[in-house]
């Protein structure tokens, strides 16, 4: 909602209101301040509207986190880098039921952007190694399938890496 670096003012106003707080006795206030300033740091990390569509993703719900992501009306100037990457990384997730060319697109910049866990980057590079064998290009899909399977630390995408390993067999 706010631009991060309103964020970062908001939260340096508050923790210096919240020192002048402390320096009149208020110590009740001061802490509750320091909490608020905590939120608004933690949002300049975290983009509200992207955990928003997390949610609505988690629910199954396209629209809603497309309704959400679309508020968003320029990710370069409003969110900083690794936030860029889940963006691009939810649309890829959203547009690759319709449209693999657009998802392939989106998944390649978010990886080019980063994403923190490495989790999410194995599912980035899990699904593209999906898209580049549907297209027929069985090295790229073979490369991307190994590099998943390295960042896939808790074992949770086995089984769709051995039914894609299975299926290029057959290719």
């Avoid at 955990?51 to 968003?72: S, T």
């Avoid at 989106?106 to 590079?125: N, P, T």
């Amino acid at each position: 909602m706010f631009n991060k670096n309103i964020k970062l003012i908001l939260a340096v106003l508050i923790v210096l209101f919240a020192g002048y707080q402390f320096y009149e006795g208020e110590i009740g206030n001061g802490i509750m301040l320091i909490l608020l300033a905590g939120i608004f740091v933690f949002l300049y990390f975290k983009n509200e509207l992207i955990l928003l569509a997390f949610f609505q993703l988690r629910k199954q719900n396209f629209e809603g986190a497309k309704k959400w992501l679309n508020k968003i009306s320029n990710p370069e100037a409003a969110l900083v880098k690794k936030q860029q990457g889940y963006y691009y990384y939810l649309h890829g997730l959203m547009v690759s039921q319709t449209n693999i060319t657009q998802a392939e697109k989106h998944f390649k910049k978010a990886i080019k952007l980063g994403l923190s866990m490495s989790q999410d980057l194995a599912v980035a590079k899990l699904n593209l190694a999906g898209i580049a064998m549907t297209k027929r290009r069985k090295r790229e899909a073979q490369m991307l399938l190994t590099e998943a399977k390295k960042l896939d630390k808790h074992n949770m995408l086995n089984e769709q890496i051995r039914m894609m390993k299975q299926q290029m067999k057959k290719i």
